[in-house]
Each structure stands twice: as C-alpha cells, then as structure tokens.
C-alpha cells in the first residue's frame, strides 16, 4: 500500500481486514503476526481476501522481505528496570550506529534500515563481512553499524555513518574516509527455522554459534545482570566505550520477538540512553515505544 497519507494506522487495517474477510476479534492476532513477519498490508490484504484466514495462517519469513522490527521504551532507573524483568535481564551495549536488519541468501544480501528502507547497496563493505562471518545460509539477523576509527578501533559517533545514507557516488572514497563495523544483536531466522517465537536466550544462543567474529563484525557485548548496581556498573562501561547507553532484554520464557506499539508490551527491551549533558541524568522517561 506504500506509505498512507490519510491518517488510517495500519492497526486500524488489520481491524477492518478481520472484520471484513475474518471471524473478527478472534482472527486479529494471526492478522498482526503475519503483517508482522511480511511487512506488506497490501500482499496481507490480497492473500486473505482470496484464501481467507486459513491463507494468512501460512505466513512465514522470506528472506529478502523485511520483518516488522521490535522496539524499546526508555525507563532512567535500574532497579524499576529490572523490577519490569522479574530480577534478572540481559543487558547489551547500545551502539550510537545504524540499525540494519539483513537477509542474507545463497544469491546475495539485501539490508533493510529501522524504517525498513532498502539501503543495500550503500554498505557493500558491510555486505563484505556478513559473507565472510556468516557463510551461504539462509538468515535474517539484526545489528549494529557502527563508525570507527581506522587507526585505533575506537568507535565513533553515528553522524559519521549518517553521512553514507544515500551516497551513489564515490562509494570506495566514503567507505574508506567512513569505515564500520557490524555487531550482531539479535537472530530472526536462520536455514529454515524462524526464531521470533523463541525466547530471547535462545535467539541469543542461536545467534553466538552462527556469527563468526571477526576484524569489524562480532556480537553486541552482552551482561546477565541481576541486580541495579550491575546495571549501572554495566552502563557506565558501555559510556566509557563509546556507547549511548544500554539494551535490556527479558530472559524469560515469554521473551519472543515481536513488534508491539503497547508500551505495556515493552517490558522486554528496554532502552537505557546515556545521560545527557544538558540534563546530568542517568537518563529520560519518554512515552511511547521508541527505536533501537
């Protein structure tokens, strides 16, 4: 359907969808999950209007077709953070880059952006290190593009990678005035299996096993933390590493990938920014679902 201007939410599609070709209010949730997983209301729509919900039941991730990514809520306090994670979480450093949701195939890569933007061929360096850290597979995996300095590793602020969003010309002059690394956070898919119903650790596990690390590509730093003074201990190392802030991620058994637009939903990641200058603070309660 592209991008509406009518001021219709897509929730409010997938209402009148299950009404109009579904049993309502009990075919809602299979709606949600299958545009979830494809990302496409107008293929949702097609779909169920010629096969009905029993079509829509069959939804599984393509490779090369982006997946609806999952967001955070920003909470300043460590102790209510783990108190919404039953006293224990994983806590992952944020990295000040660019989100990149890529599908990697035996004929190529395609990398989508946070607002699932095709911007493949603006990063074939980081097209580069996926192939030689993740082989010929099948897999859609979540990460981190980061900015660094060529001399000393360090990482660099994302307004220098923001500066090779949409460049079409002198590509190999930017990558080598510009270059990056990737950390892979999170696993979606991977070789016919779809990992969005498991359990963050198990994603996790699943993710550790498939990535081999090399110069520029590795995984998220990650901590199992269990109490608030680990958390902030934590925290200020990841500021002191050139992050913005924190990650925190439910272990529990119902810790599954999912897009959700109800702040009641985000206990299972919880973005914890650094402390502005301005402000002094180890953070900002904001409303709302935000980005990674």
Not at 18 to 41: C, I, P, W
Request: proline share 4%; with cysteine.
């Amino acid at each position: 359907l592209g991008r509406l201007r009518l001021g219709v939410a897509d929730m409010t599609i997938l209402d009148a969808l299950s009404q109009a070709f579904a049993s309502g209010k009990a075919s809602r949730t299979v709606l949600e999950q299958a545009y979830n997983r494809s990302s496409d209301l107008g293929l949702l729509s097609k779909r169920l209007a010629a096969g009905g919900i029993k079509e829509i039941e069959s939804f599984k991730i393509t490779v090369g077709i982006p997946v609806r990514p999952m967001l955070a809520e920003r909470l300043p306090d460590a102790k209510e953070i783990l108190e919404k994670m039953d006293g224990t979480a994983a806590a992952e450093y944020k990295y000040d880059g660019l989100r990149i949701q890529a599908h990697l195939s035996p004929e190529g890569i395609t990398m989508f952006s946070r607002r699932l933007e095709n911007i493949t061929e603006q990063f074939p360096d980081v097209q580069k290190l996926l192939k030689q850290g993740l082989g010929t597979g099948e897999i859609v995996l979540e990460g981190e593009t980061v900015p660094v300095d060529s001399a000393t590793g360090d990482l660099l602020p994302f307004q220098l990678v923001s500066q090779r969003r949409g460049r079409k010309y002198e590509l190999e002059k930017t990558i080598e005035e510009i270059p990056v690394a990737f950390f892979a956070f999170d696993l979606l898919f991977a070789n016919g299996t779809d990992y969005t119903g498991q359990p963050y650790p198990k994603r996790r596990g699943a993710l550790e096993k498939l990535v081999r690390s090399q110069y520029r590509l590795g995984l998220s730093r990650q901590m199992v933390v269990k109490s608030a003074e680990q958390l902030d201990d934590f925290m200020q190392q990841a500021i002191a590493d050139g992050c913005e802030g924190l990650m925190i991620k439910s272990v529990g058994p119902d810790s599954i990938y999912k897009h959700v637009q109800d702040s009641l939903q985000m206990r299972f990641w919880i973005h914890r920014r650094r402390p502005s200058k301005a402000s002094g603070g180890i953070g900002q309660v904001q409303g709302g679902p935000q980005a990674r």
